[in-house]
């Protein structure tokens, strides 16, 4: 099985700042796509950003963007601009046609 | 258009007894997966349906776990008889097709055990 690794169990940021959460992920697959979602406290997992393995370009939405290192098999997440509202667990997932699996989440805190 | 559907959203039941949890993908999603997700950690799945067949069930403890999607589209997943370990949120979500395209979650149901 693929195995996707957070390294950060929590991370801070000052509002209006920018923070960067770590993923890694292991696969010997060539066709996979990479996801970050946020699950606010006792709220329902969300996407945040998508990005497929055979695009060389990183994915970007608004404040969120991703930097694909796939050589590497790394996924980072960079929020910019943050806001009180982006506090909640981000996971970094992965899927291809065998697996989704998901890391064990980053707790973001955001510090007014 | 609706999202994932699940119920309850809460349940506490006292050990040994059975529970039950439903879940109503998004309309024309063949695949839907029935995950758990304990504090502060990441969902682990349970078992992935592509339409009514189970093609990934290998982390279901099925000697207390089991689970249905008749007619492929909603499902069931029961425990028989709940353990104190089973406190947890299980969470439902569906996908378009197996490989391709995001999960959409439900709200999960959070399950305690006393």
């Known amino acids: 099985a693929q195995t996707v690794t957070q390294s950060q169990p929590e991370m801070s940021v000052q509002e209006a700042e920018t923070v960067t959460l770590s993923c890694t992920y292991d696969?010997?697959?060539?066709?996979?796509?990479l996801f970050w979602y946020k699950q606010p406290p006792s709220r329902q997992m969300i996407l945040v950003i998508r990005?497929?393995?055979?695009?060389?370009q990183n994915a970007t939405e608004n404040r969120f963007s991703v930097n694909f290192q796939k050589a590497a098999k790394s996924f980072s997440l960079k929020i910019s601009d943050s806001q009180l509202g982006d506090a909640a667990m981000y996971f970094c997932?992965?899927?291809?046609?065998?697996?989704?699996?998901f890391g064990a989440g980053t707790r973001l805190t955001v510090k007014p | 258009e609706a999202g994932v559907v699940q119920s309850p959203r809460y349940k506490i039941i006292e050990k040994k007894q059975p529970v039950a949890f439903w879940c109503n993908p998004i309309?024309?999603?063949?695949?839907l997966y029935w995950y758990l997700q304990n504090l502060g950690q990441g969902p682990e799945l349970l078992i992935r349906y592509e339409n009514e067949e189970a093609v990934d069930d290998s982390q279901l403890p099925k000697d207390r776990f089991s689970a249905e999607r008749l007619k492929g589209v909603d499902s069931t997943l029961k425990i028989q008889p709940a353990e104190l370990g089973d406190s947890a949120v299980y969470l439902c979500?569906?996908?378009?097709?197996?490989?391709?395209?995001?999960?959409?979650f439900g709200e999960g149901s959070r399950l305690t055990v006393l």
């Open positions: 979500a569906s996908s378009l097709g197996r490989s391709s395209g995001e999960l959409f």
């Open positions: 696969t010997s697959e060539s066709d996979y796509y």
């Open positions: 309309s024309g999603h063949n695949t």
């Open positions: 990005q497929e393995a055979y695009k060389q």
């Open positions: 997932a992965y899927r291809s046609v065998r697996d989704m699996r």
